[in-house]
Antibody
Framework: EVQLVESGGGLVQPGGSLRLSCAVS????????MHWVRQAPGKGLVWLTR????????NYADSVKGRFTISRDNAKNTVYLQMNSLTVEDTAVYYC?????????????WGQGTLVTVSS | DIQMTQSPSSLSASVGDRVTITCRAS??????LNWYQQKPGEAPKLLIY???SLHSGVPSRFSGSGSGTDFTLTINSLQAEDFATYYC?????????FGQGTKLEIK
């Protein structure tokens, strides 16, 4: 069974940093691009970033480029999102998701999400 | 960036109804169009990928169609569990982009 479990969310002050983790199981982690998507309270889904299976390639949304960094440890079956210089606008539920190249590069499995609250 | 525009933003319907949600891309995205369902307090779930292919376990009352820039999600014979928010998403290029969502409510 494919499972993705995020952790690391919480309350952080503006200007602070946080690292989210997404531990996966049930599939060959190193074979898949992994993505992060967020959702502010009451708002829609916003794509943030992705990383290739071997970690050699990344892409970022302009809104987080230079502040957020995606990384992965294939030995630990975990993908990370390092978030720096956080602002109140970064308050959201953060989801990790697997991209399936054989299914139109869709995000076929998602974690349950972890809430990040940026507030003083 | 490719903009994805959904319509309507909200929709009221009854159990048993047939509903259609549309999604328009700001440029051609070939067949890289996906649909997700999200219920309150839950993570999104993939419904349909590559315009019309149903993800594993998705009921056949869901269907997708379209090409190029214009796409449609159709739900036949609405069930109580279908009342949710639906998002389209393009996987043609980065940044990946989502539509703003369509909230399907019970009439």
């Amino acid at each position: 069974e494919v499972q993705l479990v995020e952790s690391g969310g919480g309350l952080v002050q503006p200007g602070g940093s946080l690292r989210l983790s997404c531990a996966v199981s049930g599939f060959t982690f190193s074979s898949y691009w992994m993505h992060w998507v967020r959702q502010a309270p009451g708002k829609g889904l916003v794509w943030l970033t992705r990383m290739s299976g071997d970690g050699s390639a990344t892409n970022y949304a302009d809104s987080v480029k230079g502040r957020f960094t995606i990384s992965r440890d294939n030995a630990k079956n975990t993908v990370y999102l390092q978030m720096n210089s956080l602002t109140v606008e970064d308050t959201a539920v953060y989801y990790c998701a697997r991209a399936e190249s054989m299914a139109g590069r869709s995000l076929d499995y998602w974690g349950q999400g972890t809430l990040v609250t940026v507030s003083s | 960036d490719i903009q994805m525009t959904q319509s309507p933003s909200s929709l009221s319907a009854s159990v048993g109804d047939r509903v259609t949600i549309t999604c328009r891309a700001s440029q051609s995205i070939s067949s890289y169009l996906n649909w997700y369902q999200q219920k309150p307090g839950e993570a999104p779930k993939l419904l349909i990928y590559a315009i019309f292919s149903l993800h594993s376990g998705v009921p056949s009352r869901f269907s997708g169609s379209g090409s190029g820039t214009d796409f449609t999600l159709t739900i036949n014979s609405l069930q109580a569990e279908d009342f949710a928010t639906y998002y389209c998403q393009q996987s043609y290029s980065t940044p990946r982009t989502f539509g703003q969502g369509t909230k399907l409510e019970i009439k």
